[in-house]
C-alpha cells in the first residue's frame, strides 16, 4: 500500500491518497482524523532525516505503543516513509507499507524523490480545487452559483424525491437605494445563513442579484414541507423576508421545468 496522509505537527492527520496492490485492503476510510500522537515522533524524525523506516513494527511494541496499535490491524510488518514539506513545515508524509524485504534500504532513496514530486503535485491540485471552488461558488454567501446549478442540470436528468425552493430576498433594492450597497450585501448574507440553518449548504444556489434555488434530493415529502415551515419561523431571526416558492415531487424527469413551477409559485407568494 502507497499513501499520503496529510496533517500539520500537532494536528490529527488523514490518508488523503492510496493506491493498495492486488489482495491488499484499502485503508483511507479509516485511517482519518490519526491523532498526531501516533506519529509525533515521525514529524521528530522528520526535523532530522528525510526518512524513516521501520524495518519489523515489533521493534517499536514497547516503544511507540500508540503506532504499533495502528500499524499491526493494518498487517503491516515494515515500513517507509518520508516527509512532505512546504519550506521548513512538515505538512505530512508519504509512505510504502511493506515494501520487498530486499528492497527496504535501497528503496529510501526514491521514496524521498517521489516525496518532493509529490510536494508539488500537492500544490497544483489544491490551487485546481481552489479554482474550481472559485468558478462554483458565490463570493458573497459561500453558496454554488449558476455555473454549479447549470452542472447539475446537466448530470442529473432524473431525479427522485426531488424538492425545490424558490426565494427571492425582498427589499434588496430599496436597502441598497437607502442605505447603500454594504447594507444589501450583508441583508443577502443573512439571507444565506437563514437558509443554510435550514437546508443544506451544498443544495443552495444563487442564480441572480437577490435570488436563490434550493434543491433539494432524495428529500421525503413530510421532510421538506417541516423544513419549508421552519425557514420560515427563522426568517425573524435573521431579519430578513423571503418569497418562496416549493414544489415536492416523488420523481422528475426535467428539473428545469420544477425550476420554472416553483419560480412562479415565488411570484404568488411576493404579490401576496
Not at 521493534?59 to 498487517?75: A, G, R, S, V
Not at 529510501?108 to 508539488?120: G, K, L, N, R, W
Not at 425545490?164 to 443573512?190: F, P, S
Not at 435570488?211 to 435573521?238: A, C, D, P
Request: proline letters at 3%.
Amino acid at each position: 500500500r502507497i499513501y499520503i496522509f496529510e496533517g500539520k505537527k500537532n494536528c490529527p492527520v488523514n490518508n488523503t491518497f492510496e493506491w493498495c496492490a492486488e489482495g491488499v485492503t484499502a485503508e483511507t476510510d479509516t485511517l482519518q482524523n490519526v491523532p498526531y500522537e501516533a506519529v509525533s515522533w515521525w514529524y521528530d524524525t522528520f526535523n532530522t532525516y528525510d526518512h524513516l523506516v521501520i524495518e519489523n513494527i515489533e521493534d517499536i511494541k514497547e516503544t511507540e505503543p500508540l503506532t504499533y496499535e495502528y500499524l499491526k490491524p493494518q498487517n503491516i510488518h515494515s515500513l517507509i516513509t518520508a516527509p512532505l514539506k512546504k519550506g521548513n513545515e512538515i505538512f505530512g508524509f508519504f509512505g510504502v507499507d511493506n515494501p520487498p524485504e530486499y528492497a527496504i534500504r535501497n528503496a529510501t532513496y526514491i521514496i524521498e524523490i517521489v516525496a518532493h514530486f509529490m510536494v508539488s503535485l500537492l500544490e497544483k491540485k489544491k490551487l485546481m480545487d481552489k479554482l474550481e471552488r472559485m468558478s462554483y461558488e458565490d463570493h458573497l454567501t459561500g453558496v454554488y452559483n449558476r455555473n454549479a446549478l447549470n452542472d447539475f442540470l446537466e448530470e442529473n436528468l432524473q431525479v427522485n424525491n426531488l424538492g425545490m425552493v424558490y426565494c427571492d430576498v425582498l427589499g434588496l433594492k430599496r436597502v441598497n437605494d437607502t442605505l447603500g450597497h454594504q447594507a444589501g450585501d450583508n441583508l443577502l448574507i443573512r439571507a444565506s445563513e437563514c437558509l443554510k440553518s435550514t437546508f443544506r449548504k451544498n443544495d443552495i444556489y444563487r442564480i441572480g442579484g437577490d435570488e436563490f434555488l434550493i434543491i433539494s434530493v432524495g428529500i421525503e415529502e413530510n421532510t421538506f414541507k417541516k423544513r419549508i415551515v421552519e425557514l420560515k419561523e427563522k426568517m425573524g431571526n435573521y431579519d430578513v423576508k423571503i418569497s418562496l416558492g416549493t414544489v415536492w415531487k416523488p420523481l422528475s424527469t426535467d428539473v428545469e421545468q420544477v425550476i420554472y413551477e416553483a419560480d412562479a409559485l415565488m411570484y404568488e407568494d411576493k404579490r401576496a
